[in-house]
């Protein structure tokens, strides 16, 4: 097989990328925007000894599961790989996904693995409550805003995302409106010159209020009281701000943040607990499965108002919160200073005074309270990012023996190999089910139950 080369492929598997899978002469080919059950014409874009890349050339026959994508520009735009598959044929993608991941990592067998349906969205669109939006200039010279295209920084022009929400076009037409009237520059990377990099947009479901940060390449934003006459009139605008990040990096925001109008932030709900969200936190995007994920890790917590229970990687305590209601006592854990001030102001907020949060690495300070201090846990949950848990606490889990352990994952091959080593001796896979927390994407969240083997 050679670059440039046509060929004609039928689409008999995906990646966990969303890439159609498929062969041409027994060579495997991995193609963007594929769907199970296409048969296309490919042309091939890399070649590889074993396995290759194409592009689709055109589409032979639509597989069953084909659709118009909604968003015009699902292709090009890296933020969407599955628009184009039907959507509960995306949700059996992510059953699958899960549970090849626990055989394949996890080597349990299909009778050891308890799985319970996925649950899916009603409406699988416009459920981002957050939004980050790169600014730049096309080739001719416009100011443009969007998403980057896949695997590159040139950003796709898209002010109405169907991911997000309605109103966050206006808001970008008046943020780029005030940049072209005030001769505001957008940040160029090759050159580390013009003021603003991205335009962030916070959205409360249950409350309504908008926040709006733009993240600046400059100590204060030129003429931003015509920025803020052209926001401010938007119903629910609720926050205003700059995020200052001078520094040459990919990452998006900086430490700093200057609140220009309202509230240094706004308000939601998951629930019936109340959330504060800063420009800096971290929030479920996805509030309507969110609700939905909690609950599901409320039950299998099982509480019945006696348990300790600890809660790593806890965020701003959105799960510990969820767990207080019915706990004894929640300890959560988190590395980000700013996360766990958040999470504290969070719990006198709602009125909680059965939560302690502690500041550091959950592999870090549960050994140091359990071995130095005695604390003990009837249950732990664990909501780690996507490297999954560290050895030294899931040891430590093993340690302490708690009852139960419920498992929030946001990357099932992570999930499996951590499940792999708690189920050794100690436990077994009592209860797994995904949540489609990202309709569109290849993400998926899912959670576990763990149950302690009685010996």
């Known amino acids: 097989m050679q670059k440039n080369d046509v060929v004609r492929v039928a689409i008999e598997d995906m990646s966990h990328k969303g890439e159609g899978i498929g062969k041409a002469d027994g060579y495997p080919l991995f193609i963007k925007d594929a769907v199970i059950g296409d048969e296309l014409e490919v042309i091939v874009t890399k070649a590889g000894k074993s396995y290759g890349y194409g592009r689709i050339a055109k589409v032979w026959k639509p597989s069953p599961y084909r659709v118009e994508p909604r968003c015009s520009c699902a292709g090009p735009c890296g933020g969407c790989q599955l628009q184009a598959m039907a959507y509960p044929r995306q949700l059996q993608f992510k059953e699958d996904l899960v549970r090849n991941n626990l055989k394949r990592i996890g080597g349990f067998s299909e009778g050891e693995i308890p799985m319970e349906p996925i649950i899916g969205m009603d409406d699988p669109f416009h459920y981002r409550n957050k939004a980050q939006f790169p600014v730049g200039r096309d080739?001719?010279?416009?100011i443009v805003t969007g998403f980057y295209a896949g695997r590159t920084h040139r950003i796709v022009n898209n002010r109405n995302c169907c991911l997000g929400v309605k109103v966050n076009e206006e808001i970008l037409n008046r943020v780029i409106s005030y940049m072209e009237e005030n001769h505001v520059e957008p940040y160029d990377e090759t050159s580390g010159k013009g003021v603003v990099r991205h335009i962030l947009i916070r959205y409360g479901f249950a409350t309504g209020e908008i926040m709006v940060c733009l993240v600046i390449n400059a100590s204060r934003l030129p003429?931003?009281?015509?920025?803020?006459?052209?926001?401010?009139?938007?119903?629910?605008?609720?926050?205003?701000?700059?995020?200052?990040?001078?520094?040459?990096t990919n990452v998006i925001m900086g430490e700093r943040v200057k609140t220009l109008w309202g509230q240094p932030g706004i308000t939601d709900y998951i629930g019936n607990v109340q959330y504060q969200i800063s420009p800096l936190s971290f929030y479920q995007v996805n509030p309507v499965q969110t609700k939905k994920l909690y609950k599901l890790a409320l039950s299998y917590a099982d509480l019945t108002g006696e348990e300790t229970v600890w809660d790593l990687y806890c965020g701003i305590g959105t799960i510990s919160l969820f767990l207080a209601q019915r706990a004894r006592r929640v300890y959560g854990v988190e590395v980000i200073p700013a996360a766990v001030e958040d999470a504290r102001e969070n719990a006198r907020l709602n009125g909680f005074s059965n939560v302690e949060f502690f500041t550091g690495k959950a592999e870090e300070i549960l050994p140091q309270k359990y071995e130095e201090e005695g604390i003990y846990a009837d249950v732990i949950v664990v909501d780690p990012p996507r490297k999954g848990c560290d050895q030294a606490l899931l040891?430590?889990?093993?340690?302490?023996r708690p009852k139960r352990v419920v498992y929030v994952s946001c990357d099932?091959?992570?999930?499996?190999?951590?499940?792999?080593?708690?189920?050794?001796?100690?436990?077994?896979?009592?209860?797994?089910?995904p949540v489609d927390q990202f309709p569109m994407t290849v993400?998926?969240?899912?959670?576990?139950?763990?149950?302690r083997i009685q010996k």
């Open 139 to 142: 080739k001719e010279g416009r």
């Open 223 to 248: 003429a931003q009281e015509r920025l803020l006459e052209k926001l401010i009139s938007i119903e629910g605008m609720t926050s205003i701000s700059v995020n200052i990040n001078r520094k040459n």
């Open 443 to 451: 993400h998926t969240e899912c959670c576990v139950k763990l149950e």
């Open 412 to 433: 099932p091959a992570t999930l499996a190999r951590d499940l792999k080593y708690l189920c050794r001796e100690q436990y077994r896979l009592e209860k797994v089910r």
């Open 395 to 400: 040891d430590t889990i093993l340690k302490m």
